[in-house]
């Protein structure tokens, strides 16, 4: 990489956006974030945070800020969705510190958003842009050059190297060899918050729950030092017509908890701001980096389905992998690239085919479910917790070291 220039640019300003940009800021290269929108604000509700992504915010300096309005939830909790009754429990809160050396959090992804931003703009060497579209990327003898599309008119923006945070309809993974569409999976999320009131009963409000079922599973835990709480109901069905951002909440449409104990139901039946969010994907298989200067992170490079709740947490490893990657061989932007590329397509991998056995087991009739729910009785929590040490004990930087 140029050394007297160490410049970054990013397409994106979200989480993977940010993360990215005070990865690379932090080990002292200049960064130029551009994002679309005319502000910035996050879509959605909640997130988990496990303590592979907490360590990394923590070594930002902003695990404090964040913590000042997440929750540390006390246990994971499966549940059967026809009864409530608890099948296994994993302890969180103090035993995460203690085995994976950093919080599990539920936080609001508005907060985090916020906390991310603030410190971008505050950072001197981070210049962040809204109302700015990336449209691809070109590379030449002198560097990358971005197509940036503004009110003003078009230009080019030289860098030494580009990042595609663009989420999953991404225009930089259009680029060149890099290039592949992203799929409907076939499930929607139903996603709602509700206050800590209306979850009496079956819905306990400080813990993570999975309320396990055939034909759905629907996951609730707190926000906002426990002022509201998410929810979220994933079935399989047809893509609703409006779906995303910009689709009108309302009634949970009948069918979707069919079978759920009836609290639950009562439970999803009074709220009416329920928003339908189609679970697409983007394979992994595929490039995620050209060697000239172009990094593909989060949802551009692998949107995977939530049933690992590592989305957002891929993201944040793949920000501070990428930064550590090519810190560490500035001289040799293509063999940092490829180091990076490498590692965390493994890592990706791994924790998509734990998100496909869940939601096999979470969604298990019959006999299977039933011997599902016989061999978690035996576990005890300790040993449940073991099987998440690769997962949650992870290093995203010392991994590319």
């Known amino acids: 990489?140029?050394?007297?220039?160490?410049?970054?640019?990013?397409?994106?300003?979200?989480?993977?956006?940010?993360?990215?940009?005070?990865s690379f800021a932090q080990r002292g290269f200049s960064v130029s974030v551009f994002e679309r929108a005319g502000r910035l604000e996050e879509v959605g509700a909640g997130i988990q945070l496990s303590p592979n992504a907490t360590r990394i915010l923590a070594r930002l300096g902003l695990l404090g800020r964040v913590e000042e309005t997440?929750?540390?939830?006390?246990?994971?909790?499966?549940?059967?969705?026809?009864?409530?009754?608890?099948?296994?429990?994993?302890?969180?809160?103090d035993a995460a510190e203690r085995r994976w050396g950093g919080s599990y959090l539920t936080v609001h992804r508005a907060d985090l958003h916020t906390t991310l931003a603030e410190a971008a703009a505050d950072h001197p060497a981070i210049a962040l842009e809204t109302g700015a579209t990336v449209g691809g990327v070109e590379f030449g003898s002198d560097g990358v050059a971005l197509s940036v599309g503004k009110a003003g008119?078009?230009?080019?923006?030289?860098?030494d190297l580009a990042v595609g945070a663009d989420g999953v309809r991404s225009a930089l993974r259009g680029t060149g060899r890099l290039a592949r569409g992203?799929?409907?999976?076939?499930?929607?999320?139903?996603?709602?918050?509700a206050g800590p009131e209306q979850c009496t009963g079956v819905v306990p409000v400080d813990r993570v729950s999975a309320f396990l079922h055939a034909r759905f599973h629907l996951v609730a835990y707190p926000l906002r030092r426990g002022e509201i709480v998410n929810l979220v109901a994933i079935a399989k069905m047809p893509p609703p017509e409006e779906a995303g951002a910009g689709a009108p909440r309302g009634m949970l449409p009948p069918g979707i908890i069919a079978g759920a104990d009836d609290e639950i139901d009562a439970l999803a039946a009074d709220i009416d701001t329920w928003?339908?969010?189609?679970?697409?994907?983007?394979?992994?298989?595929?490039p995620w980096v050209e060697p000239a200067g172009l990094a593909l992170v989060g949802d551009a490079a692998h949107a995977m389905g939530p049933y690992a709740a590592q989305g957002a947490v891929m993201a944040i490893e793949?920000?501070?992998?990428?930064?550590?990657?090519?810190?560490?061989?500035?001289?040799?932007?293509a063999a940092a690239l490829a180091r990076y590329e490498a590692v965390r397509r493994e890592r990706v991998r791994a924790v998509a085919r734990r998100g496909a056995f869940n939601r096999l087991v979470w969604h298990a009739s019959g006999p299977v479910a039933l011997g599902r729910d016989m061999v978690l009785a035996v576990r005890r929590p300790e040993s449940l917790a073991g099987d998440l040490d690769w997962l949650y004990g992870y290093d995203a930087e010392a991994a590319v070291a």
């Open 1 to 22: 990489m140029n050394a007297p220039s160490r410049h970054v640019a990013i397409a994106g300003a979200g989480i993977a956006g940010l993360t990215v940009a005070l």
């Open 70 to 93: 997440a929750v540390r939830p006390l246990a994971i909790e499966l549940r059967r969705a026809d009864s409530g009754r608890t099948i296994a429990a994993i302890p969180m809160a």
């Open 153 to 159: 008119g078009a230009l080019k923006v030289r860098c």
């Open 182 to 193: 992203d799929r409907f999976t076939g499930y929607v999320a139903w996603r709602a918050t």
């Open 275 to 286: 928003l339908p969010w189609p679970i697409n994907e983007v394979t992994a298989d595929a």
């Open 318 to 333: 793949d920000a501070a992998a990428l930064a550590a990657a090519v810190a560490a061989q500035p001289d040799d932007l």
